[in-house]
């Protein structure tokens, strides 16, 4: 092919910007992305930058001399809306259309909001401007209520108290984390919230969030109510596909995919948050939102796109940071019948995830050498079904 086009430059895209290269590509390679600057390190948004442990500044993936030996064109602030399939062109907010020869889509996601969350001032984090209003409302705020206590939602919990503000985490499921990782595990998890200083308020949904005179009315679905004069949401993403939509890809909670990072239409492929792929290792569809499979996710597409066979068959990883602890999941549990639980207290632990006596996912706090056993345990457990 002779011109690559790239949208979206998070992990994903960026690293199949350079892997193209790397890989003998010698023709074009554009890499665009809506947001205002170049590829950054949206994992820190919830950590470090909003404990405000470095300059407002996002922190860039590489620096612009690499894209320049690279030769990618990076191009920022352009947002993809549309898709022509039979000119092979890329509809830009800019009024142009981009041609390709082969098209990667790398959009990731967009927090999604139900409803009864939408109501004007609710902040949420996905992108570097988020980081500034959400600073500036952890610094200020007497009260702030967090909505989901999921891992982002935790981060940002953690953050809040780092910066002694009094904060209330309120979360559907009976613990925070209990879907993922179970009620044993999500007991410690909750524990690790207390214990930093976090109220933890579990069980019941938000119904309803009013905005009053000097702040925030949040309702319970148990017939509670709080009231914050900060109120951020960390609920979940929904892949961000809605341009699209009258595409002829296929769309199923994000582009589907095959092994190969294929799409419906010949020359385009898809990889990261936004696509729903077959995993071989699985031999299942799945479609992950973390970091790490999305940048490796990135580097199998390009190879595809070159025609090198390359089927995306990770084991997923992920980590999170809760309260100054690292927390660490690989594998892929939708189901289990046992948890080991291994430590005492809510910093360190082990549990490993078993289902018909066979370990299919581990969860660590702390513990980076017994989180590395478990990792390659489980790659060797599941690598039969994972061509290289
Ligand atoms: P994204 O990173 O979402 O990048 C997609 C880019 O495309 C964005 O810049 C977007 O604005 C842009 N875009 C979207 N639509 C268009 C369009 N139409 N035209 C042009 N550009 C477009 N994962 C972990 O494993 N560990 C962590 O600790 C962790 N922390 C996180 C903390 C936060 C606050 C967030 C939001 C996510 C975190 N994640 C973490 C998840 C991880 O960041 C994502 O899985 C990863 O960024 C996905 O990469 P991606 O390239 O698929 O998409």
Same mark, same amino acid.
């Given at each position: 092919?002779?011109?690559?086009? &790239?949208? #979206? ?19 074009? &390679? ?14 820190l948004?919830?950590?470090?930058a ?11 993936? +590489? ?13 920022? #602030? ?22 390709? @020869? ?43 209520v967090v &909505? ?11 953050? *809040?108290?780092?910066?002694? +503000?009094?904060?209330?985490?309120v ?39 009013r ?44 582009i ?22 077959h ?8 479609? &992950? ?13 390009? *190879? ?37 639980? @291994? ?33 390659r ?12």
């Amino acid at each position: 092919p002779e011109r690559i086009v &790239i949208v #979206g430059g998070g992990p994903a895209g960026q690293r199949c910007a350079l892997a193209l290269r790397r890989l003998g590509h010698a023709g074009a &390679i554009d890499l665009l992305g809506d947001e205002p600057t170049a590829p950054y390190d949206r994992t820190l948004l919830s950590k470090d930058a909003l404990r405000g442990e470095h300059e407002p500044e996002p922190v860039p993936l +590489a620096s612009a001399q690499a894209y320049a030996e690279a030769g990618v064109a990076v191009h920022v #602030g352009v947002r993809a809306t549309g898709l022509d399939a039979d000119a092979r062109t890329v509809a830009l907010d800019n009024g142009r259309a981009l041609p390709y @020869d082969r098209l990667v889509i790398a959009t990731g996601g967009r927090p999604s909001l139900p409803p009864a969350l939408r109501c004007d001032g609710v902040l949420t984090v996905r992108t570097a401007a988020d980081v500034a209003p959400l600073r500036d409302a952890l610094v200020r705020a007497r009260h702030l209520v967090v &909505i989901g206590g999921g891992f982002i939602g935790g981060e940002i919990a953690s953050a *809040a108290v780092a910066l002694a +503000a009094p904060v209330t985490l309120v979360e559907a499921a009976e613990q925070p984390l209990a879907p993922v990782l179970g009620g044993a595990v999500a007991e410690r998890v909750t524990a690790l919230h207390r214990a930093a200083g976090v109220e933890v308020r579990c069980g019941t949904a938000v119904s309803a969030v009013r905005r009053e005179r000097d702040g925030f009315r949040v309702d319970l679905a148990d017939g509670g109510e709080l009231r914050a004069d900060a109120v951020v949401a960390g609920v979940g993403m929904a892949p961000a596909v809605d341009w699209l939509a009258d595409s002829p890809l296929t769309l199923d909670d994000g582009i589907v995919t095959d092994e190969h990072c294929r799409t419906a239409l010949t020359d385009v492929l898809a990889a990261g948050d936004c696509a729903r792929w077959h995993n071989p290792r699985y031999g299942r569809s799945m479609r &992950i939102e973390h970091w790490d499979t999305a940048a490796r996710h990135g580097e199998a597409a390009a *190879a595809n796109a070159l025609g090198i066979d390359t089927p995306f068959a990770p084991l997923p990883f992920f980590w999170s940071e809760q309260h100054g602890v690292v927390v660490r999941y690989a594998g892929h549990a939708p189901e289990w019948d046992a948890v080991e639980l @291994d430590g005492e207290g809510p910093h360190e632990w082990v549990a490993r995830y078993l289902h018909d006596g066979r370990l299919v996912a581990a969860c660590v706090a702390g513990r980076p050498r017994d989180f590395a056993a478990a990792r390659r345990e489980l790659d060797q457990l599941t690598k039969e079904h994972a061509p290289t």
